[in-house]
């Protein structure tokens, strides 16, 4: 049998982290048995489905790289295919219209609920034939009275429910529409899916939507139910959290690769194993490791991936990704160095990318203040003549490169008869603007002479006017 699994998020909102999750899960299947992953964007709720959030889904799959073999398929686009087949079950007596108005079940799920007992439909149309002209009614999937319903679960193992326990599904509503449950059944009977990896909020639709795929002839997928995602404090993952939209991981300064490497090792394992490629997730991924326990979201954890991710990956593939985060900054790169060689001196230095744009900038653009603190502390009237010094055996300098650089201000400190920090700490001030930067000789080998003397002058202009204030 050949695999296909199914990503199928409803475009109501963004793609969360628990969602992307199982995207990957459902995709790390397909391609660790050589099989095909399908995107199927789930908008039958006309009312809430929104063009934006069908964009943030594409998006989020493309920038994670978790790309599809077959569509992005829109349910909206198939209506014609569920009615047929609802007429279908129609014909054969496996479905019936109901005539029951809404406020009538209300009441007497309320009735049921008074007396202990679970809320449902009583069947009360299932085969009546004195159907009224003109009402509106919706159509029920007529459910087995009798038997059970077992699913062997790749997670939990095997679950049964009898059918006893199931009131006749709603399949079409009042308006004509199909529902949610009859709409995936069609879907993953014409999409070929074998796999049906999903969140454990579905184990409840899953007998219901067997039964439908037993009444239509349809092949029965296998099934995995994965434990939902906890935040920091042990409660359902939610927005109180922080990010939980996997652009905002993208947003923030995260690397793809850090977080899917976070979320493969959020409730699946591979013996102690902390880090792994994209290649070797596939090798070794395995439903039946997925644990059956919720996993906790640890953002610390997150943070020590990503930093690793910024230090090992190739520095071409960490500078694609940072060049977003400059770009979303205004600032343009074309006049400054190489980004791989900032990356090269910065990103041990940061947790993300947004933090080593945001500590970068005075490579590529002047700043307009220096830092407070830094001023306040480093350049000061005794700083002068360490700054006029230093321009000046800095600017004598031929041959530009961090050698020759910490010799002329080493010289510097020599001519002056003063310690390095004398002339190093004003130095990174006038340079960079604050107090905190890789070591001086690295830092100004970025830099062109002309820039650093232009710096040095207008540290001079503040400690001037520092004097005279």
């Known amino acids: 049998m050949s695999v296909v699994t199914r990503f199928a998020p409803s475009p109501t909102g963004y793609l969360h982290v628990g969602g992307a999750r199982t995207a990957l899960y459902s995709w790390l299947y397909a391609k660790s048995q050589g099989g095909e992953f399908v995107l199927r964007i789930e908008d039958t709720d006309l009312e809430r489905s929104t063009d934006d959030a069908k964009q943030a889904i594409l998006d989020g799959m493309q920038w994670l790289g978790l790309t599809w073999d077959k569509g992005p398929y829109y349910q909206t686009e198939r209506f014609d295919r569920y009615k047929a087949l609802i007429q279908q079950l129609l014909d054969e007596g496996k479905a019936y219209k109901c005539f029951m108005r809404p406020e009538e079940l209300d009441a007497i799920r309320e009735e049921q609920k008074a007396k202990g007992e679970k809320p449902r439909y009583p069947g009360t149309w299932r085969d009546r034939t004195d159907h009224p002209a003109d009402e509106p009614f919706v159509i029920r999937f007529k459910n087995p009275l009798e038997g059970s319903v077992v699913i062997q679960d790749h997670i939990r193992g095997k679950i049964e429910i009898n059918n006893s326990e199931l009131d006749d599904l709603i399949i079409q509503r009042s308006d004509g529409s199909p529902t949610y449950n009859f709409c995936v059944v069609v879907d993953d009977w014409d999409m070929g899916v074998s796999h049906v990896v999903r969140g454990e909020d579905h184990i409840n639709n899953t007998p219901r939507q067997i039964n439908i795929l037993k009444a239509l002839g349809a092949p029965i997928p296998e099934y995995a139910h994965v434990s939902m995602i906890l935040g920091d404090d042990g409660k359902k993952l939610s927005k109180r959290h922080g990010a939980v939209s996997v652009m905002q991981y993208r947003d923030d300064g995260f690397l793809p690769q850090a977080l899917l490497n976070y979320l493969v090792r959020l409730g699946w394992s591979h013996g102690d194993q902390e880090i792994f490629s994209v290649d070797e997730m596939i090798e070794h991924f395995s439903l039946d490791d997925i644990g059956q326990s919720a996993s906790a979201f640890n953002t610390e954890k997150l943070i020590w991936l990503n930093q690793h991710y910024m230090k090992t990956l190739p520095v071409s593939e960490v500078a694609a990704r940072a060049k977003w985060h400059f770009d979303h900054m205004g600032i343009d790169l074309s006049g400054g160095p190489a980004l791989e060689a900032v990356i090269a001196i910065q990103a041990d230095r940061v947790k993300t990318l947004k933090e080593l744009a945001e500590i970068s900038t005075y490579f590529y653009q002047d700043f307009a203040d220096f830092d407070e603190k830094a001023a306040k502390k480093h350049l000061r009237p005794v700083a002068k003549q360490a700054l006029l010094t230093v321009k000046e055996t800095l600017l004598a300098v031929d041959k530009w490169d961090p ?53 040095i002058d207008k540290a001079l202009t503040f400690i001037a006017n520092r004097e005279n204030s």
Do not use: C, F, H, Y
């Open 403 to 455: 050698e020759n650089i910490g010799n002329a201000i080493n010289q510097a400190a020599e001519i002056l008869g003063v310690g390095m920090g004398k002339v190093g700490m004003p130095l990174r001030v006038a340079v960079t603007g604050s107090g905190n930067s890789p070591s001086l000789d690295i830092t100004l080998n970025l830099l062109s002479k002309e820039k650093i003397a232009e710096r």
